[in-house]
């Protein structure tokens, strides 16, 4: 289903073999990795989810694929934790030997979270920003964006409960986390990296009721101070 609040289109390569992941409704679903360039050599490896109506339609010798979806979200225990996982929804796929540093996000959504503005250790303004994007169903998906220099200075003066629309390109980073053994954990982080953002026109203040606890609590506070 077309959702313009939530729109991605990128061009890359399958990495491997597909894995089922689940089903719903009796169709199956499968989860990879599609590696996709940056102008800069670099290279994406994005999570994609790929309904099984659309396998039929993968080429034999793993050619470049154009995809089209949407940036969604959903919670996972991971070590008996809860964490926040990032996946490109495939909705439609093609053939695409051209452009192969296609990677385009549209997202209008509200901001769950308050911003986080600081500067890197070489002085480079960053803000990153927690967006909630309605989806059918009353669902809604929970996307880490983060936004640069000038961007970063006007993303910090949002507040939580503001709709935001951007565009900007999903990103994988690596990072590692300090455990409390004292050893360091090398995991992965996928955001939408901005191009461009402005204040989107209020929509309903309400999340569903499958929000996160966090996300309500910061959310519904953010609401009441906006409104006061």
């Avoid at 670099?42 to 089209?68: F, H």
């Avoid at 385009?104 to 994007?133: H, N, Q, W």
């Avoid at 507040?159 to 053994?181: A, M, P």
């Amino acid at each position: 289903m077309e959702n313009p609040n939530n729109r991605i289109i990128a061009v890359g390569r399958l990495d491997g073999e597909l894995e089922l992941s689940h089903e719903v409704m009796n169709e199956p679903f499968y989860t990879g990795t599609l590696l996709v360039k940056r102008l800069s050599g670099a290279v994406d490896r994005l999570p994609v989810t790929i309904p099984g109506k659309l396998m039929g339609l993968l080429p034999e010798d793993n050619s470049q694929l154009l995809v089209t979806g949407q940036v969604r979200s959903y919670n996972k225990v991971v070590d008996g934790a809860g964490r926040l996982m990032v996946t490109l929804f495939v909705q439609s796929l093609a053939l695409s030997p051209d452009n192969d540093t296609l990677n385009r996000v549209t997202l209008t959504g509200a901001l769950c979270k308050p911003p986080i503005y600081r500067s890197t250790p070489f002085g480079r303004e960053i803000c990153d920003m927690m967006l909630a994007v309605n989806r059918a169903f009353g669902k809604s998906d929970y996307i880490p964006c983060i936004a640069w220099g000038r961007n970063a200075q006007y993303a910090s003066r949002f507040s939580v409960g503001d709709r935001v629309r951007l565009t900007g390109r999903l990103q994988s980073r690596e990072y590692q986390k300090l455990l409390e053994n004292g050893e360091y954990l090398l995991r992965n982080a996928y955001e939408v990296s901005c191009f461009t953002l402005e204040a989107a026109e209020a929509e309903s203040s309400a999340l569903p009721a499958c929000a996160p606890p966090e996300v309500r609590y910061a959310f519904d506070a953010g609401v009441r101070k906006h409104l006061s």
